[in-house]
């Protein structure tokens, strides 16, 4: 393509940008001489981890810096105008209408106390007053109806909390394209989805380029996602663009060593083969559990006479789609929520049958590590109080407790100077770590990782799943491992479950139930993986597979 037909088709040319950083920080910049151009009808992702300038790029481009930065050289033209030199009123003239912003936590962006149909009418309101109200509410329903949000009337008659995840998402995008925008900024928009529902917005995106009116810049550090939608790729490392170039060069012939090595560190859908629990001894047995919630004059059946084992020293996964009942039942397991009916056996010990100082005394033999490493330590607390004060509940004296925690944060791979600092001073990837050596503290027996690894970069996410597998040798712990993630299941786990409302639609060993799935939900599940067939395709089964040994929940 030459280069007048690419200047034509440019929506967005951002040339030798850079923004400064505020003094005391890490480096000088957050984005450092970037040169780049989005062009229309096509989808420009831009990939990098914590840090990397992504989402400092799309603030700039919005003409929106937090506080601190300041643009230090460099033009933003949209479209003939630089960005940068406009004043705040041509900036909120801009915003939302000319180019429009898909974010990344979809019940964040919508007003909870709001109908749907009001807050996609609102952006009438704001970019064309004069609009008579039928036609606000004619294209309010047409934009969602576009989204294909089934029953536009009833969606616009709803409040955020009565739609799920993905439904809000397509909300969100609807408001995005409610001014025919020449510009779209989608900053992770499918971090928190499930991969169906991930898949689904993932189309939506496709068939917005194929109309050829917006051009898209999609921020992810999600490889799967890049290779799914994407015409091309930007990496970016520490501010400064490292490769731009077209999906499959960039894929498949990384020219710069830090996009080799987050495409290394992309997990395999397909998983190492294991050698399946020889003896039958478990540390996990939960038998024929149930949990109904009330929701107004309904019961909703969140788990249905769940049944599963976790041999000793294994680990095992459970995956399925948001409201399957993946965290009610380690809720009910480690007797967050109360369920119905049921036993859950941590080695020959009935847990749910415990009370008041047996209780307690059993407690500390199953232990969580939490979905958010930045929401579930204490920021006022340093990082050497928060592991001691675990052990001290395990019995220890505070000198002894203070002492192991030093040595759990060497386990874990951090320096004993952490212990007289705060979380706030580590980066997601070393509070993740931080709530691992907690969980170590009170030596459990079972260790349950709820979505511990969603919320990091890929490279940190391997190192992290790198870390459970060494702890795990070293410590002969059992893994209860929740995700929706099947490529990060492939990796860490012996045994998976795959959960569907309540209940469990196939169990077996990582092989069996990844490679030879028998239930069509399952099969609908590997098929919704973004980019299954783009990165790390799997290698061809065995022509005779080794012999596996299914264990099956049996009743007490």
Known sequence: ???????????LRVENLSIELPAGADRSYAVKGLSLDVRKGEILCVIGESGSGKSVLSAAIMGDYARGLRHSEGVIDFLGEDICRMGEDALRQLRGNRIAMIFQEPMAALNPAIRIGQQVEEIFDIHAPDMPASERRERMLALLDSTH??????????????LSGGQCQRVVIAMALAMNPDLLIADEPTTALDVTTQAQVLKLVRDLRGRGQHGILFITHDFGVVAEIADRIAVMEGGVLVEIGERDQVLNAPAHPYTRKLIAAVPALHPELHV??????????????????????????ALKDVSLQLPLGKTLAIVGESGSGKSTLVKAAIRLVDSDSGHVWIGETDFLALKGSALAANRRRIQMIFQDPYGSLNPRHRVGDIIARAAQLRGLSARDAWTEAGDLLEQVGLKRDALKRKPRQFSG?????????????????????DESVSALDVSVQKQVLELLAELQQRLNLSILFITHDLRVAAQISDYIAVMRQGEVVEYGTAEQVLLRPQNSYTQTLLAAAPGASAIAPPPPAPATSPPLRLIRPQAN
Do not use: W
Request: aromatic fraction near 2%; glycine fraction near 6%; charge should be positive.
């Open 276 to 301: 399946p629990s020889a003896d039958g001894e478990l540390a996990l047995r939960i038998e024929h559990l149930t949990k109904t919630y009330k929701v107004g004059d309904r019961s909703v059946a």
């Open 429 to 449: 990837g070393q509070r993740q770590r931080i709530g691992i050596a907690r969980a170590l503290a009170m030596r459990p027996e079972v260790l349950i990782a």
């Open 149 to 162: 949000l089934p029953d536009p009337p009833r969606i616009a008659n709803s409040f955020p909390h009565q």
């Open 1 to 11: 393509m030459s280069q007048a037909n690419n200047s034509k088709q440019q929506v």
